[in-house]
């Protein structure tokens, strides 16, 4: 033998294997992204013994088993969301997940053989596969209309596939990755750079679905694509998504962790708002529990400063008392925390959290948890009575990467029956799904909304609208400022409506201060979203025991550099009980404007105040609500209904009431809202009907300082001042109020005034 040859040899058989190791990864066992062997070793070890992981494993096992009784199938795609191959597609990656978890927890061949004959149907019709035949989506999936769909399928399939990795023959595997597998993720990412290198919830699933199969096939080059994006896309600066936002910044960084760094503020909050971080919770967390146990070095859950386990907890308390996401931005009302996204985001959250046992009060109210270890440790804390109430607070959340682009309000107070809660937007634009409504405001009473927030425009997966896309008037109206509860200037949107204009803004906190249970505030300016006009708003709830329940305080300033017409619209829930001001009802109904939202209110109604005060009384949900506002005898006083301009019925037909000042430059909106009484329809009795509210006056108004005095029924009074520019703790002030003098410390003042 040549013994020179033969060491050559082994240095050329080493070189290789160190080459390709470094190329495509480590060898690992399976299953290793959301189950791991010894994971599944302790969840056979307690099964019978876990009451919520038990019902969750029997619930899965009879919808799976079912699915597996009527057959597989997998047809060529040609619909829209809520279309029957749209829907069946998504069911079949929803099932094959949770038939492969079968196969690891029960150890039963048929699922294992269920989720093979799936795969290997999927890799047989991909190949040929076109591009989906609908049109609409500015990346067009093969097996959905948008890319985006497809990477919700790749998510939920490599986890199927991590399941029956060992059971597949390795030529079954190499089958599937060459001809399914491998063709997907380029697809999605290579093939759809507009897609995948964002900043985005989009992006988002599409780094997960890539990092997620690379996981599987132990690819690091492909994992890498989804860390950090695609190194060169050549995407157009100028090309926007559906929503009408721009794909991508000049010099932005994309993939996973740029997701994880941009639109996440310090605190947790998204910027997209909670109904798409909800959507989002999914991917981020399934792929970062994946790489915690593929890759537990990058220490996944560290990554800025822990934010993706802090936004569990922000997400959760973006919420109402039944659970239900604020609506901010796009946001379709009645997504809550009972959704597959925050199961896992509870579950997630604790196991890797540290426990918090708060998080297991929600996991008893969603009554289901993940088939996984952090499952199984969430439900043997519920077993255990671990659980401490999750208790839902005032607080304020910044937003953006840095936490400097304004942010979200939230105060809450208990009331005679149910808690009131403020929700303050004074944030950034959100991105594509961003609405035009700097310092708007909803009001919610219990799980029921007082004043609301309208959300978007879009029947999700109901075909019959769209095909359960966005709706026109998503544009013409939902993301108009009109359609908020804040201040629009002559008829037009913030910013113009331009969404490059709106993303380059934001408005800035003022104050915050929820120390004193009995006076919560929180104020914001805005100096942008009309050039040369200021806006500064600041909302109080206020607990005065002569009041049923706590009372919202709403102070909004405008000044501008010239004269212009204010409205300011509350779009209030419920039946109209009384006015103290006369109003005259056309004949027929007319479009209050034209356009930037106008176009889809109809007036039904103006009138004027003969005082200072316009009142306005409603009723919803068998409580009395009322409306008391600061007023000048040339205010018009509208009633506006939403729909006009409507031909599909898209459009809710909620009522608004605006408060409209014309000609004028500086502008001072004040109003009291009130909760009160409440009727039975068993007894027919009204208890507590009428407002106690006698009167709202600014009685002191300049650059420094405004003063409200708010006057009882009985004419006892109580002074609310705010100071403007000075928000230090330690000022002291003073100002003259009709021959009265007023001194404090601090940036605001609420006492007693007679």
Same mark, same amino acid.
């Given at each position: 033998?040549?013994?020179?040859?033969?060491? $050559?040899?082994?240095?050329?058989?080493?070189?290789?294997?160190?080459?390709? &190791? #470094?190329?495509?990864?480590?060898?690992?066992?399976?299953?290793?992204?959301?189950?791991?062997?010894?994971?599944?070793?302790?969840?056979?070890?307690?099964?019978?013994?876990?009451?919520?992981?038990?019902?969750?494993?029997?619930?899965?096992?009879?919808?799976?088993?079912?699915?597996?009784?009527?057959?597989?199938?997998?047809?060529?795609?040609?619909?829209?969301?809520?279309?029957?191959?749209?829907?069946?597609?998504?069911?079949?990656?929803?099932?094959?997940?949770?038939?492969?978890?079968?196969?690891?927890?029960?150890?039963?061949?048929?699922?294992?053989? $269920?989720?093979?004959?799936?795969?290997?149907?999927?890799?047989?019709? #991909? =190949?040929?596969?076109?591009?989906?035949?609908?049109?609409?989506?500015?990346?067009?999936?093969?097996?959905?209309?948008?890319?985006?769909?497809?990477?919700?399928?790749?998510? $939920?399939?490599?986890?199927?596939?991590?399941?029956?990795?060992? $059971?597949?023959?390795?030529?079954?595997?190499?089958?599937?990755?060459?001809?399914?597998?491998? =063709?997907?993720?380029?697809?999605?990412?290579?093939?759809?750079?507009?897609?995948?290198? +964002?900043?985005?919830?989009?992006?988002?699933?599409?780094?997960?679905?890539?990092? *997620?199969?690379?996981? @599987?096939?132990?690819?690091?080059?492909?994992?890498?694509?989804?860390?950090?994006?695609?190194?060169?896309?050549?995407?157009?600066?100028?090309?926007?998504?559906?929503?009408?936002?721009?794909?991508?910044?000049?010099?932005?960084? @994309?993939?996973?962790?740029?997701?994880?760094?941009?639109?996440?503020?310090?605190?947790?909050?998204?910027?997209?708002? =909670?109904?798409?971080?909800?959507?989002?919770?999914?991917?981020?967390?399934?792929?970062?529990?994946?790489?915690?146990?593929?890759?537990?070095?990058?220490?996944?859950?560290?990554?800025?400063?822990?934010?993706?386990?802090?936004? /569990?907890?922000?997400?959760?308390?973006?919420?109402?008392?039944?659970?239900?996401?604020? =609506?901010?931005?796009?946001?379709?009302?009645?997504?809550?925390?009972?959704?597959?996204?925050?199961?896992?985001?509870?579950?997630?959250?604790?196991?890797?959290?540290?426990?918090?046992?708060?998080?297991?009060?929600?996991?008893?109210?969603?009554?289901?948890?993940?088939?996984?270890?952090?499952?199984?440790? @969430?439900? *043997?804390?519920?077993?255990?009575?671990?659980?401490?109430?999750?208790?839902?607070?005032? &607080?304020? #959340?910044?937003?953006?990467?840095?936490?400097?682009?304004?942010? !979200?309000?939230?105060?809450?107070?208990?009331?005679s029956k149910d808690e009131l809660a403020l929700v303050f937007k004074f944030s950034s634009q959100g991105l594509s799904h961003g609405h035009y409504d700097k310092l708007s405001f909803s009001f919610y009473e219990g799980g029921n909304e007082v004043l609301q927030d309208y959300g978007l425009a879009r029947f999700v997966n109901i075909q019959q609208k769209g095909g359960g896309n966005y709706l026109k008037e998503n544009t013409t109206w939902a993301k108009q400022t009109i359609a908020h509860n804040t201040i629009v200037q002559n008829e037009t949107s913030h910013f113009g409506g331009n969404f490059e204009i709106g993303s380059l803004n934001h408005s800035n906190k003022y104050l915050f201060d929820v120390s004193n249970p009995a006076v919560q505030i929180i104020s914001a300016k805005e100096n942008n979203a009309y050039p040369g006009t200021e806006l500064h708003r600041t909302m109080v709830i206020i607990k005065d025991e002569k009041f049923e329940n706590p009372y919202l305080l709403d102070i909004l300033k405008v000044n501008s550099a010239k004269e212009n017409q204010y409205d300011l619209p509350y779009y209030f829930m419920g039946q109209v009980i009384s006015t103290n001001f006369k109003y005259t009802i056309p004949t027929i109904l007319t479009k209050l404007g034209g356009k930037n939202g106008y176009q889809h209110l109809w007036n039904e109604g103006v009138g004027k105040s003969d005082g200072e005060n316009a009142k306005l009384t409603w009723f919803n949900n068998e409580r009395f609500?009322?409306?008391?506002?600061?007023?000048?005898?040339?205010?018009?006083?509208?009633?506006?209904?939403?729909?006009?301009?409507?031909?599909?019925?898209?459009?809710?037909?909620?009522?608004?009431? /605006?408060? +409209?000042?014309?000609?004028?430059?500086?502008?001072?909106?004040?109003?009291?809202?009130?909760?009160?009484?409440? #009727?039975?329809?068993?007894?027919?009795?009204?208890?507590?009907?009428?407002?106690?509210?006698?009167?709202?006056? @600014?009685?002191?108004?300049?650059?420094?300082?405004?003063?409200?005095? !708010?006057? +009882?029924?009985?004419?006892?009074?109580?002074? %609310?001042?705010?100071?403007?520019?000075?928000?230090?703790?330690?000022?002291?002030?003073?100002?003259?109020?009709?021959?009265?003098? &007023?001194?404090?410390?601090?940036?605001?003042?609420?006492?007693? %005034?007679?």
């Open positions: 033998m040549n013994f020179k040859n033969f060491k $050559y040899k082994i240095l050329i058989l080493i070189v290789a294997t160190f080459s390709f &190791v #470094y190329q495509n990864g480590y060898s690992q066992e399976h299953p290793s992204l959301i189950l791991t062997k010894e994971g599944v070793k302790k969840i056979r070890a307690q099964l019978g013994k876990v009451p919520l992981f038990d019902k969750t494993l029997a619930k899965v096992k009879e919808e799976v088993d079912a699915e597996i009784l009527a057959g597989i199938e997998v047809p060529i795609p040609k619909d829209f969301s809520g279309g029957y191959t749209h829907e069946r597609h998504k069911r079949n990656f929803l099932i094959i997940q949770k038939a492969g978890v079968l196969y690891q927890i029960l150890d039963d061949e048929k699922y294992a053989v $269920y989720v093979k004959d799936m795969l290997l149907a999927y890799a047989k019709m #991909y =190949p040929t596969l076109p591009i989906h035949p609908q049109e609409r989506s500015y990346a067009r999936g093969k097996l959905f209309w948008q890319c985006l769909n497809d990477s919700n399928w790749l998510v $939920y399939v490599s986890q199927a596939y991590d399941c029956v990795y060992d $059971y597949l023959s390795k030529n079954e595997r190499k089958h599937l990755e060459k001809n399914l597998f491998r =063709p997907f993720a380029d697809f999605i990412s290579l093939g759809n750079p507009q897609f995948f290198n +964002r900043v985005h919830n989009h992006s988002t699933w599409g780094n997960v679905a890539v990092g *997620m199969i690379a996981l @599987v096939m132990n690819d690091n080059k492909l994992l890498d694509r989804a860390l950090n994006g695609l190194k060169t896309d050549n995407i157009n600066p100028n090309q926007k998504d559906n929503d009408g936002g721009f794909i991508k910044k000049a010099g932005q960084k @994309v993939g996973f962790l740029a997701n994880i760094d941009e639109p996440f503020s310090p605190d947790g909050y998204y910027t997209e708002g =909670p109904y798409y971080q909800r959507y989002a919770m999914y991917p981020f967390l399934v792929f970062a529990e994946s790489l915690e146990n593929v890759k537990p070095e990058m220490k996944i859950f560290e990554y800025k400063n822990g934010v993706l386990i802090k936004s /569990i907890n922000t997400l959760l308390n973006l919420t109402d008392t039944e659970g239900e996401f604020f =609506p901010l931005n796009d946001g379709q009302k009645g997504m809550s925390y009972y959704s597959r996204e925050l199961v896992s985001s509870v579950d997630i959250g604790y196991y890797f959290g540290g426990n918090q046992s708060e998080l297991l009060s929600i996991a008893k109210e969603q009554g289901e948890v993940l088939l996984d270890e952090t499952g199984l440790s @969430v439900a *043997m804390g519920v077993r255990d009575e671990l659980a401490k109430p999750f208790f839902k607070k005032s &607080v304020v #959340y910044t937003d953006g990467a840095d936490g400097t682009q304004g942010g !979200v309000g939230i105060i809450r107070a208990n009331g609500y009322t409306l008391t506002s600061f007023v000048s005898k040339d205010d018009e006083l509208i009633f506006a209904r939403i729909g006009a301009n409507d031909p599909d019925f898209n459009l809710r037909r909620d009522a608004g009431f /605006i408060i +409209r000042k014309k000609t004028v430059k500086d502008a001072v909106y004040v109003s009291v809202i009130e909760s009160h009484g409440n #009727y039975s329809p068993v007894d027919e009795i009204a208890t507590n009907a009428f407002s106690n509210v006698k009167n709202v006056d @600014v009685v002191f108004n300049d650059a420094n300082y405004i003063a409200i005095a !708010v006057t +009882r029924e009985n004419n006892e009074k109580k002074l %609310f001042v705010l100071a403007l520019n000075d928000i230090s703790n330690n000022s002291k002030h003073k100002i003259e109020i009709r021959d009265k003098s &007023v001194e404090w410390t601090g940036a605001y003042h609420f006492n007693n %005034f007679n």
